[in-house]
C-alpha cells in the first residue's frame, strides 16, 4: 500500500467578533469515488478570551494537530472518523 506524503503543519489560531478563540487546521480524508486525498477545513471555537489566554488555545491547536498529523496519511471519507478523533 502507498503513502502519502506527510502532512505536518502549524494551523491557525485567531480571534472570532465575540471574543472566542477559534483554531482552525486541515485534515486529508480519501474521497471513496475517486481514491484521491481531499484537503478538509476544520475549525472550532475552544475558549473565551476572558478566560483563557492565547498560548492557551496554542497548546490545544498543537495537541489536535499531533493527532491529525500522526495518524494516516488520508483517512477514508465516510461516518467511520468523527471530528472529535
Do not use: C
Amino acid at each position: 500500500m502507498a503513502r502519502g506524503r506527510t502532512r505536518n503543519q502549524k494551523g491557525t489560531v485567531t480571534l472570532t467578533k465575540n471574543g472566542g478563540w477559534e483554531i482552525s487546521y486541515y485534515v486529508y480524508l480519501t474521497d471513496p469515488v475517486t481514491q484521491k486525498p481531499k484537503r478538509h477545513h476544520r475549525s472550532r471555537v475552544v475558549g473565551h478570551k476572558s478566560s483563557m489566554r492565547k498560548i492557551d488555545a496554542e497548546q490545544i491547536l498543537r495537541q489536535e494537530l499531533e493527532l491529525a498529523n500522526a495518524g494516516p496519511r488520508s483517512r477514508p471519507a465516510d461516518d467511520t472518523i468523527t471530528f472529535g478523533e
